[in-house]
């Protein structure tokens, strides 16, 4: 079964590509690889989730916030590629802007990670990395970017 299959069979549908809000582009390929540019949590053109997890943002609606940008840069490799040619996710980064204290990055990145792993099987483990930090654009509270291999052009 393709991703585009399980997207559906899960009830989901990639959205829109979110056009960037400075200068660069949602994604690029070099070679066999796609990068995206860092996702925030958009839905329709706002925000989901805004503040600091851990103060104004629980990490449940971080976790949930986090499910959103992996599909949107899901979304942003669909366009450049065509979701069905991604042969693995390689690396996620992830961001949660995080209130004084608040440790559970991890957790609150598990949203991309989960959502990658349903969709892709064992070609969606990935390595990881999950970092606090004070601010993010926008006032977004996570903000989620992929590495992914390709099928060769």
Known sequence: MGVTEKLAEL???????????????????SGDHVFTSGQLPM?????????????????E???AAARVCALNALAAIDALVGIDSVVRIVKVVGFVASAPGFTGQ??????????????????????RSAVGVAELPLGAAVEVEMIVEVAPA
Do not use: M
């Open 61 to 63: 609606d971080a976790t």
């Open 11 to 29: 009830g989901l549908t990639l959205p829109p590509v979110v056009p960037p809000v400075a200068s660069y582009v949602p994604a690029v390929r």
């Open 106 to 127: 991890p957790g609150v990145i598990n949203g991309a990670s989960n959502l990658l792993g349903e969709l892709f099987g064992d070609a969606g483990i990935h390595a």
């Open 43 to 59: 839905v329709d053109g706002a925000l989901t989730a805004t503040g600091k997890v851990g103060a104004e943002v629980s990490a």
